[in-house]
Every structure is written in C-alpha cells, then in structure tokens.
C-alpha cells in the first residue's frame, strides 16, 4: 500500500502462549514494516515469545499500564519517523488479516484517524459476552453524546492513526494520569476535537470460550479509568 513506512505497536502483558500467535500473523500479512510489541513488566515469557516471532521488543521496568506501554510504542515510532501507527492487542482477539481495513481509509482516503469497530456493519463480535456487548455499547453511548461523533465502537483498541497527530501541540500524552486505560480514551476524543478526519472501520473481537485470559480489566477502577478521560475533558478538568 504505498510507500507509507507502519508499525504496528502491541502492548502486552503476560500473554505467553498468544504473543506469538499474534505477531506471527501480524508479520504474515507483509503489510507493516515492523511489529514493536512493549512488554509492560511481564512474569511470563512474553517479550522471549514475541522477539522469537520476529518483533522488536521493549520491556518496561515494572507494570505501569497499557497507557505507559503505548507511549513507549508511540515515542519509538516518533523517534524512528514511522508515518502509520496500527495498534492492536497482544491477547489475540484482534485479526491481523484486517489490519488492510484500519490502514486504506488513512492511505487512500487521506484519514488521520481509523477506529476498529466490531458493531458496525461488516464486523463481527465472536463469543463476545453479554457484559461485555452491554458495557461496550453503553461507554459508546456516552461517548458520541459527549463528543457529538457518530462513534460505534469506542473502546476498541484495534486502530490506525497518522503520527503526526502526535505532534499537535494540544495533545500531550506525557501525563501520569494517563497511565493505565485512560490514553486511548483520551488520544480518540482529542483527535475528534481538534478536527481531525475521524472514521470508523469494521473488524473482528472474538473471545475465549472460558473466562481465562477474557480480561484483565479490575472491575469498576478500570471502568472508571476509561470512562474518566472523556468527562475530564469535556469539563475542562484535563487538558
């Protein structure tokens, strides 16, 4: 697809035995120019996975949060003049095959912005739990209320973006309150707001038939933690 230089980041953590499915896909599909997966402190063989599998591995120190290990990723791709950031999970719910759909919006339509969703037309939800599908589409709810975006899916975490949008003055991701979920939440609202070109994309969440590896979300701290950034935001609490 053109001469774009991509990367695709992956934060993971403890994801022995998926990492390597993942990236070994990721890489099959001969679209990215690298797969750079940030282990954020895992007690498994993660980052020995994934590096055998062919991506670039960063470890962090300790476990800081999804929110740190993306902007670990996204400084790397920055700092190495990547032009296409494709983010995806290192639990294997996400289908590498798709990575096409989230990228052509950005390449050939001129797109800063591509969301993964799983609710619009053409996507799919596979074994997706009934908490879930009620949760997603309720924080989607909210978010197109409060950001006035026809959005879908929003707390999908398989997306594209150019990285230049990282450059906007009014976008600082160096802050410690955005650590663990809040970053995604808040990189998406700021990029509508600051008029962006925003879409939608439809792809594919399947999840484990048991409820091991389904989550590592703490109920409620992390709900709010995605829930926050936007409210923060509207109101004028964060910047």
């Known amino acids: 697809m053109k001469n774009e230089k991509i990367i695709a980041v992956i934060p993971a953590y403890n994801e022995e ?15 990215l120019g690298k797969v750079l997966v940030v282990d954020d402190g895992s007690k498994d063989n993660t980052a ?9 591995v960063i470890s962090q120190p300790k476990n800081s949060g999804v929110g740190a290990a ?9 700092k190495n003049n990547y032009d296409i950031i494709v983010v995806m999970g ?29 609710y619009m ?20 709810f909210l978010f197109k209320l409060i950001v006035r975006f026809p959005v879908t ?7 594209a973006f150019k990285t230049e949008i990282l450059k906007h003055p009014q976008i600082n991701l160096n802050q410690k309150w955005l650590d663990r979920y809040e970053l995604e939440p808040y990189l998406f609202y700021k990029t509508i707001i600051l008029n962006f070109r925003v879409s939608e994309a439809p792809v594919t969440k399947k999840y484990p038939l048991d409820k ?4 590592k979300m703490i109920p409620f701290l992390d709900w709010w933690s995605i ?7 509207k109101l004028g609490i964060k910047e």
């Not at 037309?121 to 924080?139: A, K, S």
């Not at 829930?227 to 935001?233: F, G, S, T, V």
């Open 48 to 56: 020995k996975e994934a590096e055998n599998a062919g991506a670039t």
């Open 70 to 78: 993306l902007r670990t990723g996204f400084e790397y791709a920055l």
């Open 153 to 159: 899916d929003g707390t999908n975490g398989f997306r």
């Open 121 to 140: 037309p053409g996507g799919e939800r596979v074994n997706i739990p009934v908490f879930r599908w009620i949760t997603t589409g309720f924080y989607s």
């Open 90 to 118: 290192g639990d294997n719910q996400d289908n590498p095959s798709e990575i096409k759909r989230v990228i052509r919006p950005i390449i050939e339509d001129n797109f800063d912005f591509v969301q993964g969703s799983r």
């Open 227 to 233: 829930l926050r950034p936007i409210i923060y935001l």
């Open 212 to 215: 091991i590896g389904y989550t």
């Open 17 to 31: 035995g998926k990492i390597k499915t993942v990236v070994s896909a990721i890489i099959s599909e001969k679209i």
